[in-house]
């Protein structure tokens, strides 16, 4: 399985931005897929994850509101928009795929990641 996220940039606080995440294969569908962001000199932390059904979702307690999961089965293409965007949500962010839903918070949950997409937020 390979993940390829897009959609990172420079944009200005209060502003929105759209990552994608391509999923080779064909078990997109199956999997339950997350988004996770690592700022710089931090650890990095969970974002919002979606069960492969599509109708689950959880997400980190800061982005709640603003950041919204969601998925496209048949593009094998999973989303983050992110609306209402902070400097603080400056970070490069990373899609994941996994067939658990159990401890989806921790990154050990993941199996497999994609690349990761910077997105700047200028104040």
């Known amino acids: 399985v390979q993940l390829q996220a897009s959609g990172g940039g420079l944009v200005q606080a209060g502003e929105s931005l759209r990552l994608s995440c391509l999923t080779s294969g064909r078990t997109f569908s199956s999997r339950n897929m997350g988004w996770f962001r690592q700022a710089p000199g931090k650890e990095r932390e969970f974002v919002a994850a979606i069960k492969w059904t599509g109708d689950i979702t959880t997400y980190a307690d800061s982005m709640k509101g603003r950041f919204t999961i969601s998925r496209d089965n048949a593009k094998n293409t999973l989303y983050l928009q992110m609306n209402s965007l902070k400097p603080e949500d400056t970070a490069v962010y990373y899609c994941?795929?996994?067939?658990?839903?159990?401890?989806?918070?921790?990154?050990?949950?993941?199996?497999?990641w994609g690349q990761g997409t910077l997105v700047t937020v200028s104040s």
């Open positions: 994941a795929a996994a067939t658990v839903w159990r401890d989806r918070i921790q990154e050990m949950a993941w199996t497999y």
